[in-house]
């Protein structure tokens, strides 16, 4: 018995140990000289949701991302077969990119391309795949015809009135209100259920003062749909009688209901009943969980949110009046879709190295674990010797080089299924240091330090350090290896300066940095200021004397009530103090002095009290003058205790003035060495106190006596105590996590202090994981204030908690802190939609972004008009994250504009969207231009024509009648030298003469004139207005051609003013 126990221990610390072999793998740095050197197989970066439903009004974007060197190539399927983008002129794919593009500007119908897709991502090293998103598009159907009869029901009586909306995609949302748009009111006797039914528990007369109508509003469009609306008429009696309850829904005494893993569970009980019942909820077994637990719609609806397995069992509903109450009975059970418990992670290893890739799922029922290689099942895949898979495990063992490809893992059950990609790649590279040549790093002494050496390789290199040279590699107590290269040197001495080498070591070389250490003098005041008690008008001088490292920048500054000095004219600063003229009763506070380098910092604190003048006494005897007190002497130790310790101490001379107070101090010689501290103050009758300690501190204390001159000098400090160390009882404060770049987070905290640290080696535990997706936590055990997490999503909520650890255990469990990985440029607005109500505004609509990437701090707008080639300037509108409307008022009816919107996030703003505004109507022109036919000046022109055509008309006619000749032909030679008003010099009144040539017309000055076949009609397709190059307005002056070649001689141009003045000009 004792040989087996022998063996299976010394088994499992074989496989331990084997297991820790091949988990450790080579991490590849951030840095982008060397990650684009590297090949890297494919990684999916950005893709759509599964179940992705799109608005029928815009184009479609699938997106699928991925980065990987060589640069991935893409491809399609859809409906499991190849998807030829090529094929289709709506369809492309965006540069460098494998999202696809459906443009429906031309043309299409979105339904068309309906299905389920998925994208590729490959290179020569491997092919990643997408999730299977699955396309649909946005419906909102009408809801159908029916003629609703008068509802006649007794007063009293229970009643429903069905809705029944219109199945949309997605579902609408659904409430009631009457015909005149008033929303019903809803209390316990009338509720709307989740169906979208409203229920009465009992009907009044006063229910049939209005009418109820359904109404669906759907999401994309953004509309409402009404259904007929019901009218009741009830049938009223002597009395109503008291009922007991009896359930509407769900029917029965008892009902089943199944949900999901992480979802919310949603139980509902409606009851009808004299007077309205109330309705309670109650758990078999068990209470109801209140942290997650939700009472809707009049106690008729419970919510429980997050559903998790332990939510399963019997609830039941209680409906009760003052007649007598009823239950149901509903059975959850809760199912649920795989969910990760270990997500493959990509794998990157050296030659004849091993490793491994593990992908485990839960799920109720249990998924099932498929692994695919560059998206083929790797049952069919090539054979690869190195290569073993067991269950939800696969082994590499002694890999090489050409064995690098991707793999996916399907964990899948029937209520949904989960893919990843992690990818296997095999690189030999020589050691490589990633940190910045000599550097040069300046630290306090007795100060903990770090000295850095990032490296990079594969194999992973060895790492080692010397000083100045040393054959030996650095080792002892003081000194500190890390695993990422970094050397850590507890306290920093003197004799700790000199030049330090790290050397990075694998088979194909070595590399190596030098790292220059110089240790400087702390920064201490040995003189600091007093409290002081002075007359208003007299000179103070508080002292600042500071022992610096003279090779540092010494800053002094003074504080006054913690806030910045204002250095006026009563006011001097001088190396060694400040001095204050004519002191005032403002000038009575505190005083602080901060000396500063930058390396250290330390202050020094002083509290001033202005006394007001008053006339002194008279009296014959002088008083005694009143001066600081004696320090205090004999400072004694007792009564040792792990966690207090009593100081004692003999009051020094009060100098003629009582001691009002005693401040006890400390120093510890671990952290802050010679700095002291106040710990407590007392009143100046005692002599005598009860300290209160720390676990592992070094302490020694002093006294200073206060009274109301000021404080006396510290009394020599007493002997060391030493507590014993225990574990640290707080956790740092000041916890946040925010991303510095797009693709990381930065996770900082306020450390421990000497006092709160409890034992030796510090340090903190972080811990991080993505909220709401309940994957295992990652953590990091680090001795610094910071953290950085890389490879986040961008802008995504993260559980954070940093616990303190030293080597007596830990601090209680921390608090959860929410914190957010960086954000990015955002993307376009979802839509942008441009209306023209009326020729003076023009109103602009869009949708936030698909994608925000951060916090959405506003859009912007540019704008300008334009006119042909004509452009205007550019105009820009800033907005609110809110406003998603806004009206242009326009500076005339003619000009069009184009705009550019973008929205913005505190990294800056996005990828601009850019639409036109419509042409004006035809209208714009004629509304802003007064009609020439109307005016006075005209009328009475075209009258004084018509005369003068009348009276000629009347003198030929004369002329006629006698036989005499007219010569017209001459008078209109005449007319033409004179004027140039008439284009064809043949003038005669012979019947041939009078004869107009097919197409043409007589203007009244006679002259004939031909039809052209350019006219401006013809330009203005089809007789309607237009606008030339210069945007000016022509189509509302021109005449129809179809209407003078029906016309004729009878054509408008004869008799409209208009057309009469232009077959004048």
Request: proline share 7%; glycine share 6%; charged share 25%.
């Amino acid at each position: 018995m004792v040989m087996q126990q022998y063996l299976l221990t010394y088994t499992g610390v074989v496989f331990a140990l084997y297991l820790h072999h091949i988990i450790r793998a080579i991490e590849v740095p951030l840095d982008p000289n060397i990650q684009n050197e590297l090949p890297q197989p494919p990684t999916i970066t950005k893709q759509s949701v599964k179940d992705y439903i799109v608005d029928p009004r815009d184009n479609i974007f699938i997106d699928c991302e991925a980065k990987g060197n060589p640069i991935p190539t893409f491809s399609w399927t859809r409906n499991g077969k190849f998807f030829n983008v090529a094929k289709d002129p709506k369809v492309s794919m965006q540069r460098r990119s494998g999202t696809l593009v459906i443009d429906f500007r031309g043309g299409g119908r979105p339904e068309d391309y309906e299905g389920e897709y998925q994208c590729s991502a490959r290179n020569e090293y491997g092919t990643a795949l997408s999730s299977k998103i699955l396309l649909q598009v946005s419906r909102s159907p009408l809801w159908p015809k029916e003629h609703l009869d008068l509802v006649e029901i007794d007063e009293g009586s229970p009643l429903t009135l069905k809705c029944n909306p219109p199945p949309g995609l997605p579902p609408p949302v659904v409430f009631w209100m009457s015909s005149s748009m008033e929303p019903i009111h809803q209390d316990k006797r009338v509720s709307q259920g989740q169906n979208g039914d409203l229920y009465f528990s009992n009907v009044m007369l006063q229910d049939a003062q209005t009418d109820y109508s359904c109404n669906a509003r759907f999401h994309f469009t953004h509309t409402i749909q009404q259904k007929n609306p019901y009218t009741l008429k009830i049938q009223t009696t002597r009395g109503v009688m008291e009922t007991t309850p009896s359930f509407m829904y769900p029917y029965g005494t008892s009902s089943n209901q199944i949900v999901l893993r992480g979802v919310d569970l949603l139980l509902e009980c409606i009851a009808s009943g004299v007077p309205a019942p109330d309705i309670m909820w109650h758990k078999k077994g068990g209470e109801l969980p209140t942290d997650k637990t939700k009472l809707e719609n009049f106690n008729k609806a419970l919510r429980i949110t997050n559903v998790s397995e332990e939510d399963s069992g019997e609830y039941f509903c209680l409906a009760s009046n003052k007649m007598g109450s009823i239950r149901h009975t509903i059975s959850v059970r809760v199912k649920a879709a795989p969910y990760w418990l270990d997500e493959p992670q990509n794998l990157i290893l050296a030659p004849a190295e091993d490793g491994r890739l593990v992908c485990r799922a839960n799920g109720n029922p249990k998924p099932t674990i498929q692994w695919l290689v560059n998206g083929e099942p790797i049952e069919s895949a090539p054979p690869n010797p190195s290569r073993e898979v067991a269950g939800d495990t696969i082994v590499f063992r002694d890999t090489q080089i050409g064995s690098s490809a991707v793999y996916q893992c399907n964990a899948s059950n029937e209520h949904g299924y989960l893919l990843a990609n992690a990818f296997v790649s095999v690189l030999d590279v020589p050691p490589r240091i990633l940190s910045p040549r000599n550097q040069l790093i300046k630290v306090i002494q007795y100060n903990r330090t770090r000295l850095d050496c990032p490296f990079f390789g594969s194999p992973i290199p060895t790492l080692r350090w010397f000083k100045n040279g040393q054959g030996s590699a650095l080792d002892g107590e003081n000194y500190q290896r890390h695993e990422n290269g970094s050397l850590e040197i507890n306290m920093a001495r003197k004799e700790d300066q000199g030049i330090y080498t790290c050397v990075a070591t694998n088979i194909l070389g070595k590399a190596e940095n030098q790292v220059r250490l110089e240790i400087k003098d702390p920064t201490r005041i040995v003189r600091g200021p007093e409290d002081l008690t002075v007359k208003r008008g007299s000179l103070v001088r508080l002292d600042c004397r500071i022992k610096h490292d003279s090779t540092l920048k010494l800053t002094v500054t003074w504080l006054k009530d913690d806030t910045p000095l204002y250095i006026g004219n009563r006011m001097k600063k001088e190396d060694d103090g400040l001095i204050i003229y004519g002191v005032a009763e403002k000038d009575q506070g505190d005083y602080t002095c901060v000396a500063s380098t930058e390396l250290d910092k330390d202050s020094a604190k002083a509290f001033l009290t202005v006394l007001a003048v008053v006339s002194a006494p008279t009296n014959r005897m002088t008083a005694l003058p009143k001066e600081r007190p004696e320090r205090p002497r004999d400072l004694e130790l007792t009564d040792l205790a792990e966690r207090s310790v009593r100081l004692t101490w003999i009051p020094g001379d009060d100098n003629n003035s009582p001691i009002t107070d005693y401040v006890v101090q400390f120093e510890e010689d671990k952290f802050q060495p010679g700095l002291w501290h106040n710990h407590s103050r007392y009143p100046g009758s005692v002599n005598s106190a009860v300290l209160r300690l720390s676990p592992y501190v070094n302490y020694q204390f002093r006294v200073i006596a206060v009274n109301e001159v000021g404080s006396s000098l510290p009394s020599l400090p007493s002997e060391r105590y030493h507590t014993i160390g225990a574990s640290p009882e707080i956790n740092p404060t000041g916890v946040q996590g925010a991303g510095t770049q797009k693709n990381n987070m930065e996770i900082t905290w306020t450390p421990l202090n000497a006092t709160q640290a409890y034992g030796p080696n510090l340090r903190y535990i972080v811990k991080w994981r993505q909220r709401d997706t309940r994957e295992s936590w990652s953590n990091e055990t680090v001795r610094t204030t910071r953290h950085v997490v890389w490879n986040t999503p961008i802008y995504v909520p993260y559980e954070i908690k940093v616990q303190a650890e030293n080597d007596f255990g830990r601090a209680p469990e921390p608090d959860i802190i929410i914190g957010y990985s960086g954000e990015d440029l955002p993307s376009v607005p979802r839509y942008f939609r441009i209306r023209q109500p009326n020729l003076e505004t023009i109103t602009l609509e869009w949708g936030h972004p698909e994608h925000p990437n951060g916090i959405l701090t506003g859009y912007n707008l540019r704008y300008q008009a334009f006119n042909g080639t004509k452009t205007g300037r550019t105009l820009v509108e800033t907005f609110s994250p809110n406003q998603t409307r806004f009206t242009l008022q326009r500076t005339d009816p003619i000009s069009r504009y184009r705009f550019f919107l973008r929205a913005r996030t505190q990294v800056g703003d996005g990828e601009s969207i850019v639409e036109e505004s419509p042409a004006p109507l035809n209208e714009a022109y004629t509304k802003n231009h007064v009609d020439i036919a109307t005016q006075g000046w005209f009328i009475g022109l075209m009258c004084a024509i018509a005369l003068l055509v009348l009276i000629l008309l009347i003198v030929c006619f004369i002329k006629r009648s006698r036989g005499g000749k007219y010569p017209v032909r001459e008078k209109v030679e005449v007319l033409d030298h004179e004027d140039h008003k008439v284009d064809d010099p043949s003038f005669d009144y012979s019947d041939e003469d009078n004869k107009e040539p097919p197409g043409s017309h007589t203007s009244l000055d006679g002259t004939i004139k031909q039809e052209s076949d350019d006219s401006l009609v013809d330009y203005g397709e089809g007789g309607e207005g237009q606008f030339n190059e210069d945007g000016s307005f022509i189509g509302q002056y021109t005449v129809k051609k179809d209407k003078e070649e029906t016309e004729g001689n009878e054509s408008s141009e004869a008799t409209s003013p208009v057309n009469a003045i232009y077959s004048l000009a």
